[in-house]
C-alpha cells in the first residue's frame, strides 16, 4: 500500500460526458503528480500541484484540468470526453526526497 | 525518437533465470526510476537510482551516467515477478520530479 488513494477504482461513460477523478496524497507529501497511460501512448505525465498551486504541466489537454484543494487532495477533471481519453489515470505524490509513490489509479472507460 | 528507450519489449524465461532489462536515455537527468506495474494495473517503485547501484532483495539496479544507460536485474526470477517493467527520468530541464517513461518491458516467467 503506498498511501495514496484514488477514487473511482472503475468509470464507465459515454462521449461528451463530463468525470471527476479524485487523489489523495500520502500524509505529509505536498506534491501531486497527474499521469495518463493509454494503450497507443504509454505513460503520459499530465500536470503537477505543489501545496494548492499549480507547478507544471504536460501534455493535458484543454479539456481537462486539475486543482488541488487546502487538505491537498486533488481533482483531475476530464470534460466533453472522447473515445481516446479512455485510459489509467495515476496520481503520484511526490515525498520530500523526491520518491514517487502511485495511487492505485483509476480506469477511465468512454463508450 | 523516445528520449527513453528499454529493451527488450517483451521477455519469457524460465523460473530460477537471470534477467537484465536495460534502459538508454539520450539527455540529461537527475534520477532514474524502476516501476514495476502488475497485471492488476497497479504501479509499485523498485528504485530510484542517481548513480552506482542499488540491490533489494533479488533486484539490482545499475547505473551509467555517462554512458546514459541503466539496468535492471532479477535473480533466481519467479513466477511472481511476471510483470511489466517500466523506466523512467526525471530530466535535468523539468521542473519538479515529473518523469518520462520508457515504453515497458513485458516478463513473463515461467515456472
Known amino acids: 500500500d503506498s498511501g495514496v488513494t484514488q477514487t473511482p477504482k472503475h468509470l464507465i461513460t459515454a462521449t461528451g460526458q463530463r468525470v471527476t477523478l479524485r487523489c489523495s496524497p500520502r500524509?505529509?507529501?505536498?506534491?501531486v503528480y497527474w499521469y495518463q497511460q493509454s494503450l497507443d501512448q504509454g505513460l503520459q505525465f499530465l500536470i503537477q500541484?505543489?501545496?494548492?498551486?499549480?507547478?507544471a504541466k504536460g501534455n493535458i489537454l484543454e479539456r481537462f484540468s486539475a486543482q488541488q484543494f487546502p487538505d491537498l487532495h486533488s481533482e483531475l477533471n476530464l470534460s466533453s470526453l472522447e473515445l481516446g481519453d479512455s485510459a489509467l489515470y495515476f496520481c503520484?505524490?511526490?515525498?520530500?526526497?523526491?520518491?514517487?509513490?502511485f495511487g492505485p489509479g483509476t480506469r477511465l472507460t468512454v463508450l | 525518437k523516445n528520449e527513453v528507450e528499454q529493451s527488450p519489449q517483451n521477455l519469457t524465461a524460465q523460473e530460477g533465470e537471470f534477467i537484465t532489462i536495460n534502459c538508454s536515455y539520450s539527455v540529461g537527468i537527475s534520477a532514474l526510476h524502476w516501476l514495476q506495474q502488475h497485471p492488476g494495473g497497479g504501479i509499485v517503485s523498485l528504485f530510484m537510482l542517481s548513480s552506482g547501484k542499488k540491490k533489494h532483495g533479488r533486484l539490482i539496479a545499475t547505473i551509467n551516467i555517462q554512458e546514459k544507460h541503466s539496468s535492471l536485474h532479477i535473480t533466481a526470477s519467479h513466477p511472481r515477478d511476471s510483470a511489466v517493467y517500466i523506466c523512467a527520468v526525471r530530466l535535468l530541464l523539468t521542473s519538479g520530479s515529473r518523469l518520462t517513461f520508457g515504453e515497458g518491458t513485458q516478463l513473463t516467467v515461467n515456472p
Open positions: 500524509s505529509g507529501d505536498l506534491s
Open positions: 500541484y505543489y501545496n494548492g498551486e499549480e507547478r
Open positions: 503520484a505524490s511526490v515525498s520530500s526526497s523526491n520518491e514517487q509513490f
